[in-house]
């Protein structure tokens, strides 16, 4: 059985990353690229504390676009700004946490 370094728990009871989750404070911006294209991005994760390639994917799937994460920011193809929200809070994120520019 492994233990969790950070809190002592087992690792299939560790709490250590839904914690750092709801600290963390998100930024939500909306850019555009090349070409007028419109660039939904997202700052402020901590890589360290959370799996930011996962969350990538998981946003990507639920709103059927392109995207990817390079080092801490998130960019999602498309302007996102109104359903991003509900999907972060899902994922754990604390919703007083998460800022929408």
Do not use: W, Y
Not at 21 to 29: A, D, G, H, S
Not at 49 to 60: A, S, Y
Not at 66 to 90: C, N, S, W
């Amino acid at each position: 059985m492994q233990i969790c370094k950070k809190c002592g728990l087992p690792e299939d009871l560790c709490v250590c990353e839904s914690i750092s989750r709801e600290m963390q404070k998100i930024v939500v911006r909306l850019s555009t690229r090349r070409f007028r294209k419109l660039m939904t991005t997202i700052e402020g994760l901590n890589s360290k504390e959370v799996n930011i390639e996962e969350i990538t994917k998981h946003l990507k799937n639920k709103l059927a676009c392109g995207g990817t994460a390079k080092g801490a920011v998130i960019e999602l193809q498309g302007d996102h700004r109104k359903k991003i929200l509900p999907i972060l809070v899902r994922l754990g994120f604390d919703e007083g946490t998460v800022e929408i520019k």
